[in-house]
Protein backbone atom coordinates (compact mmCIF):
# COMPACT_ATOMS: atom_id res chain seq x y z
CA UNK A 1 0.00 0.00 0.00
CA UNK A 2 1.93 3.24 -1.26
CA UNK A 3 0.94 6.57 -1.82
CA UNK A 4 2.65 7.68 -4.77
CA UNK A 5 1.27 11.17 -5.26
CA UNK A 6 -0.66 13.84 -3.25
CA UNK A 7 -2.51 16.83 -4.48
CA UNK A 8 -4.47 19.60 -2.39
CA UNK A 9 -6.42 22.43 -3.43
CA UNK A 10 -8.12 25.00 -1.56
CA UNK A 11 -7.47 22.93 1.46
CA UNK A 12 -6.76 24.28 5.15
CA UNK A 13 -4.04 26.32 4.71
CA UNK A 14 -3.19 25.34 0.93
CA UNK A 15 -4.62 26.75 -2.29
CA UNK A 16 -2.64 24.39 -4.51
CA UNK A 17 -0.12 21.86 -3.38
CA UNK A 18 1.22 18.48 -5.42
CA UNK A 19 3.69 16.13 -3.97
CA UNK A 20 5.14 13.01 -5.14
CA UNK A 21 6.45 10.03 -2.89
CA UNK A 22 9.12 8.24 -3.70
CA UNK A 23 11.03 6.92 -0.69
CA UNK A 24 9.41 4.55 2.29
CA UNK A 25 9.69 7.44 5.56
CA UNK A 26 8.56 10.95 4.69
CA UNK A 27 9.52 13.71 7.43
CA UNK A 28 7.27 17.00 7.43
CA UNK A 29 9.60 19.51 9.25
CA UNK A 30 8.97 23.26 10.76
CA UNK A 31 7.22 24.90 13.40
CA UNK A 32 3.84 24.67 14.85
CA UNK A 33 0.58 26.03 13.00
CA UNK A 34 2.97 26.15 9.50
CA UNK A 35 0.71 23.17 7.79
CA UNK A 36 2.33 20.29 8.87
CA UNK A 37 -0.31 18.21 10.43
CA UNK A 38 -2.69 19.52 7.86
CA UNK A 39 -0.89 17.44 5.06
CA UNK A 40 -1.05 14.36 7.50
CA UNK A 41 -5.15 15.23 8.18
CA UNK A 42 -5.62 15.25 4.41
CA UNK A 43 -4.27 10.98 4.11
CA UNK A 44 -6.11 10.50 7.11
CA UNK A 45 -9.55 11.92 5.63
CA UNK A 46 -8.60 9.94 2.04
CA UNK A 47 -8.85 6.94 3.67
CA UNK A 48 -11.97 8.05 6.46
CA UNK A 49 -13.51 10.82 4.52
CA UNK A 50 -13.82 12.87 7.56
CA UNK A 51 -11.44 14.97 10.07
CA UNK A 52 -9.49 13.67 13.16
CA UNK A 53 -9.38 17.12 14.45
CA UNK A 54 -13.02 18.77 13.43
CA UNK A 55 -16.25 17.81 12.75
CA UNK A 56 -17.07 20.95 10.73
CA UNK A 57 -16.05 20.64 7.39
CA UNK A 58 -16.40 24.00 6.83
CA UNK A 59 -12.59 24.55 8.64
CA UNK A 60 -11.31 22.24 5.70
CA UNK A 61 -12.18 24.26 3.19
CA UNK A 62 -9.53 27.32 2.69
CA UNK A 63 -10.51 30.87 3.45
CA UNK A 64 -13.21 32.64 1.11
CA UNK A 65 -13.21 29.37 -1.36
CA UNK A 66 -16.39 27.24 -1.90
CA UNK A 67 -14.73 23.69 -1.99
CA UNK A 68 -11.73 21.87 -1.22
CA UNK A 69 -10.24 18.64 -2.78
CA UNK A 70 -7.93 15.88 -2.33
CA UNK A 71 -6.62 14.11 -5.02
CA UNK A 72 -4.74 11.09 -4.68
CA UNK A 73 -2.39 8.25 -6.62
CA UNK A 74 -1.63 5.13 -5.05
CA UNK A 75 -0.48 1.66 -5.46
CA UNK A 76 -3.56 -0.26 -3.61
CA UNK A 77 -2.42 -4.57 -3.54
CA UNK A 78 -0.29 -3.90 -6.66
CA UNK A 79 -3.10 -1.73 -8.65
CA UNK A 80 -2.67 1.32 -9.72
CA UNK A 81 -5.88 3.45 -7.96
CA UNK A 82 -6.83 7.29 -8.17
CA UNK A 83 -8.77 8.69 -5.00
CA UNK A 84 -10.65 11.41 -4.27
CA UNK A 85 -12.34 13.35 -1.80
CA UNK A 86 -14.64 16.44 -2.46
CA UNK A 87 -15.77 18.72 0.46
CA UNK A 88 -18.16 21.10 0.19
CA UNK A 89 -20.26 22.88 2.86
CA UNK A 90 -23.20 20.71 2.05
CA UNK A 91 -21.60 17.49 2.08
CA UNK A 92 -18.67 15.61 0.68
CA UNK A 93 -18.02 13.71 -2.73
CA UNK A 94 -16.26 10.92 -2.96
CA UNK A 95 -14.41 9.28 -6.17
CA UNK A 96 -12.64 5.43 -7.02
CA UNK A 97 -10.70 6.24 -10.29
CA UNK A 98 -12.69 9.04 -11.56
CA UNK A 99 -15.74 7.45 -10.70
CA UNK A 100 -18.50 9.16 -7.97
CA UNK A 101 -19.30 6.79 -5.30
CA UNK A 102 -22.62 6.95 -4.47
CA UNK A 103 -22.18 5.53 -0.52
CA UNK A 104 -19.74 6.15 1.10
CA UNK A 105 -19.69 2.58 2.01
CA UNK A 106 -18.36 1.63 -0.71
CA UNK A 107 -15.38 3.99 -0.51
CA UNK A 108 -14.38 3.54 2.41
CA UNK A 109 -11.95 0.50 3.29
CA UNK A 110 -9.66 1.61 0.04
CA UNK A 111 -6.93 2.75 1.76
CA UNK A 112 -5.97 1.68 5.60
CA UNK A 113 -4.36 4.30 7.56
CA UNK A 114 -3.03 4.00 11.28
CA UNK A 115 -2.70 7.94 12.58
CA UNK A 116 -0.52 7.68 16.18
CA UNK A 117 -1.30 11.73 17.93
CA UNK A 118 -0.30 13.23 21.15
CA UNK A 119 -3.98 13.16 22.02
CA UNK A 120 -3.97 9.05 21.69
CA UNK A 121 -3.24 9.54 25.26
CA UNK A 122 -6.66 9.95 25.65
CA UNK A 123 -7.26 6.17 24.72
CA UNK A 124 -5.79 5.46 27.62
CA UNK A 125 -6.94 7.92 30.48
CA UNK A 126 -10.27 9.32 28.79
CA UNK A 127 -13.15 8.78 28.46
CA UNK A 128 -15.14 4.90 27.26
CA UNK A 129 -16.40 6.81 24.19
CA UNK A 130 -12.62 7.56 22.86
CA UNK A 131 -11.28 3.77 23.72
CA UNK A 132 -15.28 2.45 21.85
CA UNK A 133 -14.53 4.85 19.12
CA UNK A 134 -10.86 3.50 18.59
CA UNK A 135 -12.53 0.32 18.01
CA UNK A 136 -14.73 1.21 15.41
CA UNK A 137 -12.94 3.00 13.33
CA UNK A 138 -10.35 -0.36 13.15
CA UNK A 139 -12.97 -2.37 12.17
CA UNK A 140 -14.40 0.16 10.08
CA UNK A 141 -11.60 -0.13 7.45
CA UNK A 142 -11.42 -3.82 7.49
CA UNK A 143 -15.06 -4.52 7.64
CA UNK A 144 -17.80 -2.35 5.68
CA UNK A 145 -20.73 -4.68 7.24
CA UNK A 146 -19.63 -3.66 10.87
CA UNK A 147 -20.23 -0.06 9.80
CA UNK A 148 -23.40 -0.64 8.38
CA UNK A 149 -24.37 -2.43 11.59
CA UNK A 150 -22.95 0.29 13.69
CA UNK A 151 -25.05 3.23 11.86
CA UNK A 152 -27.98 0.95 12.28
CA UNK A 153 -27.65 0.20 15.42
CA UNK A 154 -27.13 4.26 16.56
CA UNK A 155 -29.92 5.56 14.43
CA UNK A 156 -32.09 2.37 16.10
CA UNK A 157 -30.50 4.06 19.80
CA UNK A 158 -31.47 7.23 19.47
CA UNK A 159 -35.32 6.50 17.90
CA UNK A 160 -35.62 4.34 20.98
CA UNK A 161 -34.54 6.89 23.45
CA UNK A 162 -36.73 9.38 21.85
CA UNK A 163 -40.03 6.73 22.32
CA UNK A 164 -38.69 6.32 25.60
CA UNK A 165 -39.26 10.12 26.59
CA UNK A 166 -42.82 10.18 24.21
CA UNK A 167 -43.52 7.09 26.66
CA UNK A 168 -43.36 9.02 29.81
CA UNK A 169 -45.76 11.51 28.47
CA UNK A 170 -48.07 9.20 26.39
CA UNK A 171 -47.94 5.25 27.61
CA UNK A 172 -50.08 4.56 25.33
CA UNK A 173 -46.93 4.15 22.93
CA UNK A 174 -45.52 1.35 24.91
CA UNK A 175 -46.29 -1.51 23.16
CA UNK A 176 -44.01 0.03 20.17
CA UNK A 177 -40.89 -0.15 22.25
CA UNK A 178 -40.82 -3.97 21.57
CA UNK A 179 -40.61 -3.08 17.39
CA UNK A 180 -37.30 -0.85 17.97
CA UNK A 181 -36.05 -3.42 20.74
CA UNK A 182 -36.02 -6.38 17.89
CA UNK A 183 -33.82 -4.11 15.60
CA UNK A 184 -31.66 -2.75 18.30
CA UNK A 185 -31.00 -6.84 19.47
CA UNK A 186 -30.62 -7.24 15.60
CA UNK A 187 -27.37 -4.77 14.84
CA UNK A 188 -26.40 -4.82 18.51
CA UNK A 189 -25.53 -8.53 18.52
CA UNK A 190 -23.43 -8.18 15.33
CA UNK A 191 -21.30 -4.83 17.28
CA UNK A 192 -20.69 -6.73 20.08
CA UNK A 193 -19.78 -10.18 18.26
CA UNK A 194 -16.87 -8.22 16.01
CA UNK A 195 -16.03 -5.69 18.92
CA UNK A 196 -15.12 -9.42 20.84
CA UNK A 197 -13.34 -10.62 17.94
CA UNK A 198 -11.57 -7.12 17.36
CA UNK A 199 -10.08 -7.24 20.93
CA UNK A 200 -8.79 -10.95 21.10
CA UNK A 201 -6.49 -10.33 18.34
CA UNK A 202 -5.44 -7.15 19.02
CA UNK A 203 -4.99 -8.28 22.74
CA UNK A 204 -2.04 -10.36 22.04
CA UNK A 205 -0.10 -8.30 19.58
CA UNK A 206 -0.37 -5.57 22.12
CA UNK A 207 0.69 -7.32 24.78
CA UNK A 208 3.68 -8.84 23.16
CA UNK A 209 4.64 -5.67 21.70
CA UNK A 210 4.37 -3.47 25.45
CA UNK A 211 6.35 -6.58 27.00
CA UNK A 212 9.13 -5.62 24.05
CA UNK A 213 8.95 -2.17 24.72
CA UNK A 214 9.24 -2.32 28.47
CA UNK A 215 11.62 -4.62 28.26
CA UNK A 216 9.39 -7.44 30.11
CA UNK A 217 9.18 -5.32 33.43
CA UNK A 218 5.30 -4.51 33.37
CA UNK A 219 2.68 -7.00 31.55
CA UNK A 220 0.23 -5.29 29.81
CA UNK A 221 -3.57 -6.80 30.22
CA UNK A 222 -6.57 -5.94 28.30
CA UNK A 223 -10.21 -6.37 28.72
CA UNK A 224 -12.90 -5.85 26.71
CA UNK A 225 -15.71 -5.19 29.25
CA UNK A 226 -18.92 -5.46 27.48
CA UNK A 227 -21.91 -3.92 28.87
CA UNK A 228 -23.74 -7.06 27.49
CA UNK A 229 -23.30 -10.12 25.63
CA UNK A 230 -24.49 -10.75 22.40
CA UNK A 231 -26.52 -14.01 23.57
CA UNK A 232 -28.37 -12.05 26.63
CA UNK A 233 -28.64 -8.73 25.35
CA UNK A 234 -32.68 -9.09 24.46
CA UNK A 235 -32.92 -10.61 28.46
CA UNK A 236 -31.09 -7.52 29.65
CA UNK A 237 -33.62 -5.09 27.86
CA UNK A 238 -36.50 -6.37 29.15
CA UNK A 239 -34.98 -6.39 32.70
CA UNK A 240 -33.17 -2.73 32.36
CA UNK A 241 -36.94 -1.16 30.76
CA UNK A 242 -38.14 0.28 33.83
CA UNK A 243 -35.31 2.08 34.39
CA UNK A 244 -34.61 3.24 30.24
CA UNK A 245 -38.49 4.35 31.14
CA UNK A 246 -37.91 6.69 34.07
CA UNK A 247 -34.51 8.02 32.30
CA UNK A 248 -35.51 8.23 28.78
CA UNK A 249 -32.58 6.67 27.70
CA UNK A 250 -30.94 2.69 27.26
CA UNK A 251 -29.13 1.47 29.83
CA UNK A 252 -27.85 -1.22 28.23
CA UNK A 253 -26.20 -2.30 24.82
CA UNK A 254 -22.79 -1.28 23.48
CA UNK A 255 -22.72 1.95 23.32
CA UNK A 256 -21.95 1.70 26.92
CA UNK A 257 -18.65 -0.98 26.22
CA UNK A 258 -15.43 -0.03 27.64
CA UNK A 259 -11.97 -1.34 26.96
CA UNK A 260 -9.84 -1.46 30.03
CA UNK A 261 -5.81 -1.29 30.52
CA UNK A 262 -4.03 -2.94 33.70
CA UNK A 263 -0.36 -2.78 33.98
CA UNK A 264 1.02 -5.22 36.06
CA UNK A 265 -2.69 -5.55 37.89
CA UNK A 266 -2.75 -2.21 37.83
CA UNK A 267 -5.54 0.26 36.53
CA UNK A 268 -3.62 2.13 33.72
CA UNK A 269 -6.03 4.75 33.88
CA UNK A 270 -6.39 5.52 37.15
CA UNK A 271 -3.06 4.69 38.63
CA UNK A 272 -0.26 4.75 35.59
CA UNK A 273 2.09 7.22 35.29
CA UNK A 274 2.57 9.65 32.20
CA UNK A 275 5.21 7.14 30.70
CA UNK A 276 2.80 4.12 31.37
CA UNK A 277 0.05 5.26 29.42
CA UNK A 278 2.09 6.52 26.32
CA UNK A 279 3.73 3.05 25.93
CA UNK A 280 0.27 1.59 26.13
CA UNK A 281 -0.96 4.02 23.73
CA UNK A 282 1.78 3.27 21.58
CA UNK A 283 1.59 -0.58 22.35
CA UNK A 284 -2.11 -0.02 21.11
CA UNK A 285 -1.00 1.70 17.55
CA UNK A 286 1.33 -0.99 16.77
CA UNK A 287 -1.07 -3.44 17.47
CA UNK A 288 -3.51 -1.96 15.39
CA UNK A 289 -0.51 -1.55 12.66
CA UNK A 290 -0.16 -5.83 12.73
CA UNK A 291 -3.71 -6.29 13.11
CA UNK A 292 -4.65 -5.13 9.62
CA UNK A 293 -1.19 -6.37 8.12
CA UNK A 294 -2.54 -9.78 8.78
CA UNK A 295 -6.05 -9.12 8.19
CA UNK A 296 -4.94 -8.00 4.41
CA UNK A 297 -1.73 -9.28 3.93
CA UNK A 298 -0.93 -5.43 3.26
CA UNK A 299 0.61 -2.71 6.06
CA UNK A 300 -1.57 0.59 6.07
CA UNK A 301 -0.21 3.56 5.89
CA UNK A 302 1.43 4.91 9.36
CA UNK A 303 0.54 8.73 10.05
CA UNK A 304 3.05 10.05 12.79
CA UNK A 305 1.50 13.37 13.91
CA UNK A 306 4.14 15.33 16.19
CA UNK A 307 4.23 12.20 18.23
CA UNK A 308 8.63 11.78 18.70
CA UNK A 309 8.40 15.21 21.21
CA UNK A 310 5.96 13.18 23.38
CA UNK A 311 8.35 10.06 23.47
CA UNK A 312 11.50 9.34 25.68
CA UNK A 313 14.60 8.32 23.50
CA UNK A 314 13.74 4.53 24.54
CA UNK A 315 9.96 5.22 23.53
CA UNK A 316 10.90 6.60 20.50
CA UNK A 317 13.35 4.28 19.12
CA UNK A 318 10.99 1.62 19.91
CA UNK A 319 8.32 3.35 17.46
CA UNK A 320 10.68 3.87 14.72
CA UNK A 321 12.66 0.62 14.67
CA UNK A 322 8.86 -1.14 14.37
CA UNK A 323 9.46 0.83 10.79
CA UNK A 324 9.78 -2.01 8.63
CA UNK A 325 10.35 -1.81 4.64
CA UNK A 326 6.68 -2.38 3.61
CA UNK A 327 5.18 0.23 6.03
CA UNK A 328 4.92 3.93 4.57
CA UNK A 329 5.13 6.68 7.22
CA UNK A 330 4.65 10.26 7.05
CA UNK A 331 6.03 11.95 10.05
CA UNK A 332 5.81 15.69 11.52
CA UNK A 333 8.01 16.94 14.13
CA UNK A 334 9.82 20.45 14.54
CA UNK A 335 13.11 19.16 14.34
CA UNK A 336 15.25 16.08 13.23
CA UNK A 337 17.71 16.28 16.12
CA UNK A 338 17.58 13.10 17.48
CA UNK A 339 16.39 10.76 15.00
CA UNK A 340 19.01 7.76 14.14
CA UNK A 341 21.31 7.84 11.35
CA UNK A 342 19.53 4.80 10.00
CA UNK A 343 16.26 6.25 9.73
CA UNK A 344 17.32 9.67 8.18
CA UNK A 345 19.23 7.28 5.29
CA UNK A 346 15.79 5.96 4.53
CA UNK A 347 13.89 9.09 4.90
CA UNK A 348 12.73 12.05 2.21
CA UNK A 349 12.12 15.37 4.05
CA UNK A 350 10.20 18.19 3.76
CA UNK A 351 10.45 21.31 5.40
CA UNK A 352 7.45 23.64 5.78
CA UNK A 353 7.09 27.33 6.21
CA UNK A 354 3.63 29.35 5.37
CA UNK A 355 2.48 26.48 3.52
CA UNK A 356 5.47 26.52 1.21
CA UNK A 357 7.66 22.76 0.82
CA UNK A 358 10.96 22.38 0.31
CA UNK A 359 11.87 18.74 -0.33
CA UNK A 360 15.39 17.37 0.54
CA UNK A 361 16.67 14.10 0.58
Same mark, same amino acid.
Given at each position: ???????????????????????????????????????????????????????????????????????????????????????????????????????????????????????????????????????????????????????????????????????????????????????????????????????????????? !???? %???? =???? #?? +?????? *? &???????????????????????????????????? !???? %???? =???? #?? +?????? *? &???????????????????????????????????? !???? %???????????????????????????????????
Amino acid at each position: MRLQRLRLEFYRNYQKLDISFDGQIHFFVGDNAQGKTNILESIYLLAFTKSHRTNKDRELIYWGCEHARIQSELILYDRPTELEVQIHPLGKKVLINRLEQKKISKYLGQVKVVLFAPEDLQLIKGSPQQRRRFIDRALGQLKPKYVSDLAHYQKVLQQRNQLLKDIYKKPSLLPTLELWDLQLIEYGKEVIKARQQFVNKIQELAED !IHDR %ITNG =QEKL #RL +TYSANC *L &ADDFQEKLIKYRDRDMATGTTNCGPHRDELDFSINE !IDAK %IYGS =QGQQ #RT +TALSLK *L &AELQYIQSSTGDYPILLLDDVLSELDQHRQKQLLDS !IGQD %IQTFVTTTDIIGIEHEIMKRADFFFIHGGNLVKKS
